[in-house]
């Protein structure tokens, strides 16, 4: 649970996102979200298939812009930004961790780890350090030459969640990152977040469907039909 | 630093499909080979043109009769007269006489070291037996060798006393000697040989044996080359029944001119008076300077021309190349979603695939530039010449293969810039 005095780094007020589909139609997606995460909050949203997590999630971590509605993250009008700021903040203040993985082909992971970093300026050795240090934290550390097609599903997401962690982002957002692996190696990349919440003090939104890993958190938000029909606190304390 | 690692990057994208890369490359290969390998071949042509017009002369001024045309120019642009000699219309007051040369040489004595008059009796054959050599025969006066420096091997040159008692002797080259006395100098050196030109026989007794040069020009075998052979200017008229007078000689210029050119014009002057009241001919002058760069501009312009066709191949594999962007970056539409979330920008993006494109180019232009040059360098030596390289062209070459890569690389790299991210990262 937050704790009082803890600032709100995501404050998302009455956010809707209709898509463009043929001329005539026009597909509203989300019907006004109001939702507010605190710095280091534990948060998951949950909802059936279809419901908008992930479009919530795209505009949450900067990747796209609200048709209607506001949204501040850490101080920043993320709606009234401009291309360059938004790959400025995706850079800086949030780390990706997709279902599909998203590692760059023919690159290893270690290359991998280093792209935020590379973008962000930082020099050789810096990342070439860093890149190694989260590697080995998230056990990735005897595989770090490994190109990505040679890696499991699951390594590959540690190694993904190793990138999201490059430039030291308060914010992780998570889009079922477990989707794709069987339940123990879910477990090992659960894990690993929990461990990023408790240790390193990361915001974290998460997204599953799972009901077990959602309780999990301290927090859960049921999206239905592009609106938030439930919020209830998860098991997790602190 | 970023660059670097676009360079990297783009190095490893094209290793990893060497074949779609290859292919790609062709183009450019191409079209950058053939036109270095035109260049290599034009360079040497030209180094092989001035070293040869070099040697026959850098004081030498030609001056000669050349026919007034409507938008007649007195511009000395070289190699213009010389055929005019042979045109039925000359008659023999348009010649020039012994007596201008003569106060030609009084009034600029200080300037002039020699007069050089040649006129040419005709190409022929010497033949005894199996043995035969080509000449072509030119009478020459004394000072003839003043301007032509040759190598004298054996003997002497054609001498005053021939020309005054019109002797029946010749001045041969050591090919002849070659080719009719099995190189025998000292056993050619008085010998007669009798001179088939245009079916009329001629005899001649050999005084001098000089050491023939290759020119860049000669395409021959070495057997039937046809080398110079000198006889007195003036049995040469009489043999060839000639008019009185020269449609052209060479002023062999003193030292003490620094400006050869402006002599040249000066030469044209002395004689406008000559040839004011004349309807038909002028004169005009020659020096191997302009010669050597009307050949150049010569050459220079066929080069462009054929290069210019040459590089349409270009424009053709730029398209390649273009074309190649696009498909790589439809391919990678999940990876340049990546990156965006990653934080790349617009600009990295367009970077990374413009240095891709580059590379790919530059790869290809290098090895155009290889293939060209080793092209080019093996039919310049098959020519005769020596392969020389071309240097501004290979720079040229390397900076368009840059500029191509630029151009037909900025389209797609833009259209990967974009890229709206969550379209990258959702795409199939
Ligand atoms: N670019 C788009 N254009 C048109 N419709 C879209 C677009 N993106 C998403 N949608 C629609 O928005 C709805 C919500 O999609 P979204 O991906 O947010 O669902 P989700 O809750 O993440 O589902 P899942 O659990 O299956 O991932 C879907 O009906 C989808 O078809
Ligand atoms: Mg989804």
């Known amino acids: ?238 | 630093m970023l660059i670097w690692e676009n360079i990297r990057l783009a190095f490893s994208s094209l290793l990893a499909s060497k074949m779609r890369a290859l292919l790609t490359m062709l183009g450019i290969i191409i079209g950058i080979g053939s036109v270095i390998a035109i260049m290599t071949i034009s360079s040497s042509l030209t180094n092989a043109v001035s070293t040869s017009f070099q040697e026959m002369g850098a004081n030498n001024v030609t001056v000669g009769l050349k026919e007034r045309s409507e938008d007649s120019t007195s511009t000395r642009s070289g190699m213009n007269f010389g055929s005019s000699n042979k045109t039925a219309s000359m008659e023999e007051s348009d010649r020039i006489t012994e007596d201008m040369i003569d106060a030609l040489k009084t009034q600029m004595k200080d300037q002039i070291d020699a007069v050089a008059i040649s006129e040419s009796l005709g190409s022929g054959t010497i033949k005894d037996g199996s043995d035969y050599a080509n000449i072509a025969v030119e009478g020459v006066n004394e000072d003839y060798f003043a301007s032509k420096k040759l190598k004298l091997l054996e003997g002497r040159h054609i001498k005053a006393a021939d020309l005054s008692g019109s002797k029946n002797v010749i001045m041969v080259s050591d090919k002849v000697v070659e080719n009719m006395f099995e190189g025998d100098k000292s056993k050619a050196l008085s010998e007669k040989i009798n001179v088939n030109i245009n079916s009329e026989y001629y005899s001649y007794y050999i005084v001098g044996i000089y050491k023939y040069e290759e020119t860049g020009f000669s395409s021959s075998t070495e057997e039937d080359v046809t080398t110079s052979a000198y006889i007195p200017l003036t049995t040469a008229k009489e043999q060839a029944r000639a008019d009185e007078g020269y449609s052209q000689f060479t002023v062999v210029t003193s030292t003490d001119v620094s400006d050869v050119s402006a002599f040249a014009d000066s030469i044209e002057t002395f004689f406008l008076p000559y040839y004011m009241g004349n309807k038909d001919y002028q004169i005009t002058t020659t020096t191997m300077e302009s010669m050597t760069e009307s050949m150049g501009d010569m050459i220079r312009t066929v080069t462009i021309a054929i290069a210019f066709i040459a590089g349409i191949s270009l424009l053709v594999g730029g398209i390649g190349v273009m074309n190649i962007m696009l498909v790589s970056i439809t391919e990678r539409t999940r990876e340049i979603g990546t990156r965006k979330a990653l934080g790349a920008k617009n600009s990295s993006i367009k970077l990374q695939f413009i240095t891709e494109s580059v590379i790919l180019c530059l790869v290809g232009g290098i090895f155009g530039i290889i293939l060209g040059f080793t092209l080019g360098a093996v039919a310049a030596t098959l020519l005769g010449y020596t392969a020389a390289v071309p240097f501004t062209a290979i720079l040229v070459a390397v900076g368009f293969s840059m500029m191509i890569g630029i151009f037909f690389g900025y389209y797609p790299a833009n259209k990967a810039a974009k890229l709206h991210p969550i379209d990258a990262l959702r795409y199939e």
Not at chain 1, 168 to 189: H, M
């Open chain 1, 1 to 238: 649970m937050p704790k009082k005095d803890s600032n709100t780094v995501i404050q998302l007020s009455h956010i809707v996102k209709r898509f463009f589909v043929g001329k005539p139609n026009e597909l509203e997606i989300l019907h006004g979200i109001d939702l507010e995460v605190k710095e280091g909050e534990f948060l998951s949203i949950v909802g059936e298939s279809g419901s908008g997590k992930s479009t919530l999630m795209n505009i949450i971590g900067a990747l796209d812009k609200p048709t209607e509605g506001g949204y501040i993250l850490d101080g920043t009008d993320v709606c009234r930004a401009k291309d360059k700021k938004l790959s400025e903040i995706r850079n800086q203040k949030i780390g990706f961790v997709f279902q599909t993985y998203n590692l760059v082909a023919r690159s290893t992971a270690l290359s991998n780890v280093e792209l935020p970093m590379l973008y962000a300026g930082i020099s050789k050795q810096e990342r070439h350090a860093r890149a190694k240090e989260l590697l080995e934290m998230v056990g990735m550390g005897e595989r770090m030459t490994h190109k990505s097609d040679e890696l499991s599903g699951g390594q590959k997401q540690r190694v993904a969640i190793a990138r999201a962690m490059a430039n030291n982002p308060s914010i992780i957002l998570a889009d079922e990152p477990t989707g794709s692996l069987d339940s123990k190696t879910g477990r090992v990349i659960m894990d690993i977040f929990h461990r990023l919440h408790h240790e390193e003090g990361k915001t974290i939104v998460f997204i599953t469907h799972s009901p077990e890993l959602a309780k999990e958190t301290q927090r859960i938000v049921t999206l239905s039909d592009g609106m938030i029909a439930d919020e209830r606190k998860g098991d997790r304390v602190c």
